[in-house]
């Protein structure tokens, strides 16, 4: 089964609106008209119009940080996914774990989410990962099979082969710590296990699982080559130019 490896930068609560829209055009002349990868930007929502424009026609899609799970209404402060379909957002970031821990989403949540976006034809990009207390004390895989099962749930096989997982060890985010090589591939494969458990194999053949933490130019050539690593959730390397489009050109 051939997945298209998928890059996707997550900008988080960073640049403003003349950077990210020069980030933005950066990133379209670096990536060329026909990329063999697939490339989402995830701009803060305030700047989806605007990146959307820098991106319009060009191989780069636009994605969104997250969303509320519900259809407009008396929901201050938050945005729909018809809302970020309508600024021509394609993608979704969903149950980042800045997300779960800072602002205490739940799996419940993220499922919550995760239909919502189905719904309004956004693809989600669904995050997991364990702690460092969790890895040490050998719980990796009780977290993610719980964060998999609880996230995914009521998830259908039709729609499970079109979303994007993305495995993102919380200590190695912003840390500069990379999961290496072996360590994350031993993840993503027991995440396409469980996805097999959920769907069935060929179904989760499908799925493309992201790896995300301290991803950059130079380690990303050897992850990126991982048989169950699809491609990579990108934090702080992807608000340069230089440092996103190398990690591009080696997937
Ligand atoms: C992220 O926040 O999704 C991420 C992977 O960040 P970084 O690349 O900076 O570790």
Redesign the pocket.
């Known amino acids: 089964m051939t997945r298209q490896t998928i890059i996707a930068g997550?900008w988080?609560m960073n640049m403003r609106c003349d950077n990210a829209v020069a980030l933005a055009k950066g990133v379209v002349a670096a990536v060329g008209e026909t990329p063999s990868v697939e490339v989402i930007l995830c701009p803060p929502s305030v700047y989806l119009s605007e990146v959307g424009d820098a991106v319009a026609g060009s191989a780069v899609s636009l994605g969104a940080q997250n969303l509320y799970a519900a259809e407009d209404g008396a929901f201050t402060g938050e945005v729909n996914a018809a809302m970020l379909s309508d600024v021509g957002c394609g993608y979704v970031i969903l149950g980042?774990s800045?997300r779960r821990t800072l602002m205490g989403e739940t799996d419940a949540d993220v499922s919550k989410k995760l239909h919502a976006a189905l719904a309004g034809n956004l693809v989600p990009i669904v995050c997991v990962g364990e702690s460092l207390e969790e890895r040490e004390a050998d719980d990796t895989e009780k977290v993610i099979e719980r964060q998999i099962n609880g996230s995914l749930a009521g998830l259908d096989e039709v729609r499970a082969a079109g979303i994007v997982v993305a495995y993102?060890p919380i200590w190695?985010?912003?840390?500069g710590k990379t999961a290496s090589p072996e360590q994350a591939e031993a993840v993503h494969a027991f995440i396409r296990k469980e996805l097999g458990k959920m769907f069935g194999e060929d179904v989760a053949a499908q799925i493309r699982i992201q790896y995300?933490?301290?991803?950059k130019p130079s380690n990303a050539k050897e992850l990126l080559g991982q048989t169950n690593i699809d491609g990579a959730?990108?934090?702080?390397?992807s608000l340069k130019v230089e440092d996103f489009a190398g990690i591009i050109s080696a997937g």
């Not at 190695?172 to 840390?175: E, L, N, R, Y």
């Not at 959730?233 to 390397?237: D, E, K, M, R």
């Open positions: 997550n988080k980042h800045e993102e190695a985010i912003g840390t995300g933490g301290s991803v959730l990108v934090g702080g390397a």
